[in-house]
């Protein structure tokens, strides 16, 4: 099951960071069910495979942040037995899923209450965390407009359109990447997820920077959103993941290179607000 969850991790198959973390998390279960001749053994096997799913994809921080807590917290209790260690191992996955889930909730909580009835709104790609701030925002009677670009080539923005069209209150649609200048003009705010922020730089969607700066140029506030734990200040360094060359186009490339990254950096200046779990901060 681990080397399934690294496998689709690296294929982005699960497209969401949060997913991602507690996917990973869940993932290093399976280690409780097996038996270890020493807690020294059980603990080299958790560090492994935690560092496994870590790899698979180095881009997100809170992949990182999670299954470090988890092999962090088994260490510092010095289990004396392995079932302990197991159990230490099993608290700790539970722990990390709530805190990521229940800290998304809280972001797109606090996100929904910067949505005004009658907004219109552009958001990229597709973060379950939007998901959630605009489905809580419908839920309490505001009734949105909101552009959806595609977020090529994975198309993933597609998935973000079905999911806001099944609520009554958001009239959505689907937009090529490249026309989001023309329509931010009607927007009253951007609103994106995040893969992190390392300082003074976020870290999301190939796609976001040119969307943040012409949303600057244009004086429409961007607003990112995501848990306390995609802050970083030290012990991660952003890896960008470049895609093979076949999600661009399918026949060979003669005579030319496919470029393909995932992610890019927008820098914090061109945002106005950053929501996570602990609240709001404006620039």
Known sequence: MIDE??????????????????????ALLALTDEEYPTVEQYQRALERNSSALTRANPSHASLHN?????VSTVADADPE??????????????????????AKRRAA??????????????????????LSAIRQAAE???????????????YLGRKMARRLAAFDS??????????????LPECDRVVVGMDCIVEDTLYNRVGTYPLAATAADLGVPVTTLGSVDKLVDSGFAFEN??????????????????????YDATPTRLLDSV?????????
Do not use: C, W
Request: avoid cysteine; proline fraction near 3%; glycine fraction near 6%.
């Open 140 to 154: 309490d009677g505001a009734s949105l407009s909101v552009y959806v670009t595609e977020a090529r080539p994975r």
């Open 5 to 26: 969850t690294a496998e689709e991790i690296a294929d982005m198959q699960t497209h969401s960071s949060s997913v991602v973390a507690v996917k990973a998390a869940r």
């Open 109 to 130: 909580e606090n996100a929904a209450g910067l949505l005004s009835p009658g907004d219109t709104l552009l958001t990229h790609d597709y973060s379950t965390t939007v």
């Open 81 to 102: 037995s392995v079932a302990r260690a197991q159990e230490l191992t099993t608290e700790a996955v539970e722990s990390v899923v709530d805190r990521v889930q229940t």
């Open 170 to 183: 958001v009239d959505t649609t689907l937009i090529v990447d490249g026309a989001s200048g023309n329509y």
């Open 241 to 262: 993941e470049h895609r093979v060359a076949s999600e661009v186009m399918r026949e060979p490339a003669e005579g030319f290179d496919v470029a393909n990254p995932a």
């Open 66 to 70: 999670t299954q470090r807590d988890i």
């Open 275 to 283: 929501v996570t779990d602990e609240g709001v901060e404006e620039f």
